[in-house]
């Protein structure tokens, strides 16, 4: 773990970007004085990290990458399940969190994440038949916000959480009708951020993420009352 922490703070130090390749295994032994193993440990502990990619083969090696949720939505998932929480539990926090992420994008989203979203909201409209496409839009559109919020912490948070409470994959059924309540809805929620206006869009988030509970609680109580696994279904 300390050879870890000391190859990221070589990471930053140096100014590695995407891509970056990091010095080849012989130079990295030499400047941390470890053994093989060891090294391999560290690298291979950074990878499930999402930091590096390893290319196996000649010239390859440690390659850095741009961390993304996924680490973050199993270690959740593992805490949740040890704590026999239901899945009630990630929709509770999402009703907590997103009305003010959406305050905040009111006041911080940039012209080109607003056109994103309205991108979003369309192409949902568009493909309201198709659920699968419906579900992409789904998280697309809640990600940017959360990203639009400014706040780094509220991007990966939602990002994990909305990747725990993947509807398809733990039954939760849209059919056309409720597609259709939730463009309305992220449709208000756009308007408001459009008009920068923080308190409606913040409201306009609540009622949106109560009436996915309620909807829930209504047709799949089962599900929302289901304990958190870690599962690759």
Known sequence: MLVAQRIVAD???????????????????????????????????LELQGVISLKPGPGGGPVVQQPDATSLATTLTLLLQFENAPFRTVAEARAGLEPMMAQLAAERMSDEQLAALKSSVDTM???LGDQEVFLDENKRFHDIIAHGSGNAMFGYLIDALL?????SAIGID??????????????QIYQALEARDPAASSAAMARHITEYL?????????????PIVWSNV
């Open 174 to 187: 849209y059919p056309e009708v409720r597609r259709s309540a939730v463009h309305k809805a992220h449709l």
């Open 11 to 45: 990471i930053n130090r140096r100014g590695n970007t995407v891509g970056d390749r990091l010095p080849p295994e012989r130079v990295m032994l030499d400047e941390y004085d470890v053994g093989r193993g060891t090294l391999r440990e560290s690298l291979r502990f």
């Open 163 to 167: 990747g725990i409470l993947d509807g």
């Open 125 to 127: 409209h568009a493909h």
């Open 214 to 226: 309620r909807y829930a609680e209504r047709k799949f109580p089962e599900v929302l009352a289901a």
